[in-house]
């Protein structure tokens, strides 16, 4: 059984470890959530500072050219591209994720609609994020398609010939699991289906390969490459509380749509001032109106740990680490809390698993306890989250996640040691830790 001892050894032979000094971790905090909301990274607040009292309080107006404001959305997404496996020009940051997922769905539709109109379903998984669901819910009826939800073993039989776009969260927020990409676009793309896929948990988390090279193309879409992703920029790309998300279109749809919020800011030439809309050509034209340039520029904070981790042996030097926090996680898990009704709800599989480790326990009389046990480890300073169940096959989570970027293997241990602690004592059966709050 791994010691204390040997995981500060991990640390001090870490390559990755470096890292952790770009970004501001509390004291006394063991912050595994970065799969939430990413910690600041250090540069985060000198950049705020610059951007407003340079930039915003003496450029003025002037910065849109000056300070490279007006293509901030195409810079930040040519730095983004290399980590989900897309090629420069094809991103943008921009909008919330629910907002571009809408913008892609839609483009699929409209594809759909043209190419295949009597397709008229839209599959997802049950266990998709909500408002991925809710997006595709609110879309599929202003259009006429039907929703189909599904669980994730049923997918591949949901894929007839009704099927128009398959949409799918590519790491599942509540357990972790993580979909075969190329498999999953490969099977969408032979039954005819387009494929969008939200990277949420996946972007700075493992490596992604929307684009696959060699064997393109069938009539659309060559059979690996994905169609559409959208992308969160304040989980694991640490951007900062409502970041803006990104999107990617494949470049042979990028200009076969206008995506349905056709602001002036995807037209062709803004400035122009014309009375018509003509979209801008590329991925350009999935921008609506004025960014939130403040918030943008921190995004740009958060990239700059990738590059840095580049030099390192970047996503796939962080993917090897991620999985040895994560296995070493739940191997400390099964050996220190033994007896105290934990379950593992994420993969033990490599292949399907992202960089978060989800842990179920058992219902009794009084409830699962996890919420409770998630506030007693906050109070402790290890901040991870609660994920409620439906009652049902969906059982109440536990779940932590380990970005590569700033955990350590000690970080690790000591995560564990107060787990043990909580469940050991029953302190989380204290009043204190049972009240709910808006946000869990
Ligand atoms: C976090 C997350 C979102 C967030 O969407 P917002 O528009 O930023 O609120 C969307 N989809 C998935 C799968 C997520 O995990």
């Not at 939430?36 to 540069?43: D, Q």
């Not at 309080?57 to 000056?66: A, C, D, E, P, Y």
């Not at 769905?105 to 008229?120: C, E, G, N, V, Y």
């Not at 400035?271 to 960014?291: E, N």
Request: glycine share 10%; hydrophobic share 45%.
């Amino acid at each position: 059984m791994p010691t204390l001892q040997d995981c500060q050894q991990r640390d001090a032979a870490d390559p990755l470890r470096p890292l952790r000094d770009l970004f501001s971790i509390p004291a006394g905090v063991i912050y595994l959530d970065g799969n939430s909301l990413g910690v600041m990274p250090k540069a985060a607040a000198a950049r705020a500072a610059e951007v407003v009292t340079q930039e915003w309080g003496q450029g003025l107006i002037r910065s849109w050219n000056t300070a490279g404001w007006f293509n901030l959305p195409q810079r930040l997404g040519n730095r983004i591209a290399p980590l989900i496996g897309a090629d420069q020009d094809e991103v943008v940051v921009t909008d919330s994720t629910s907002i571009n997922l809408f913008k892609v769905l839609s483009a699929a539709l409209s594809i759909t609609a043209q190419d295949s109109p009597s397709r008229r379903v839209v599959v997802s998984e049950r266990s998709n994020f909500p408002t991925d669901l809710y997006i595709a819910e609110g879309l599929c009826k202003e259009r006429g398609f039907t929703l189909q939800l599904v669980e994730p073993q049923e997918i591949a039989g949901a894929l007839t010939g009704d099927v128009a776009v398959l949409v799918l969260t590519h790491v599942n927020y509540r357990t972790g699991a993580m979909h075969d990409m190329p498999t999953v676009t490969a099977a969408a793309h032979a039954a005819g289906a387009l494929m969008v896929w939200d990277l949420a948990h996946s972007a700075g988390a493992v490596p992604v390969t929307l684009k696959t090279s060699g064997t393109d193309f069938a009539s659309f879409g060559s059979s690996k490459s994905a169609d559409f992703a959208v992308g969160c920029g304040y989980k694991y790309l640490n951007g900062g509380p409502g970041a803006p998300a990104f999107v990617w279109v494949h470049p042979q749809h990028a200009n076969r749509f206008w995506q349905p919020l056709s602001g002036w800011w995807g037209h062709a030439s803004p400035f122009a001032f014309t009375a018509d809309y003509q979209p801008a050509p590329g991925i350009s034209r999935y921008l609506c109106g004025t960014q939130p340039i403040v918030s943008m520029s921190l995004l740009a904070c958060g990239l700059e740990g990738f590059e840095a981790a580049d030099k390192l042996g970047g996503m796939a030097a962080l993917r090897a680490k991620s999985l040895a926090l994560t296995d070493l996680f739940i191997q400390l898990v099964e050996e220190r809390c033994q007896g105290y009704g934990l379950g593992l709800a994420t993969p033990r599989d490599h292949a399907q698993r992202g960089s978060q480790v989800c842990l179920t326990r058992e219902h009794s009389a009084e409830g699962s306890g996890a919420f409770a046990i998630v506030q007693a480890l906050i109070a402790r300073g290890v901040i991870g989250d609660f994920r409620a169940g439906d009652g049902g096959a969906h059982k109440d989570i536990l779940r932590f996640g380990f970005t590569p970027l700033y955990i350590g293997f000690e970080d690790v241990w000591n995560a564990v040691e107060h787990l043990r602690q909580v469940l050991e004592t029953a302190q989380w059966k204290m009043p204190e830790f049972n009240q709910k709050h808006a946000v869990t």
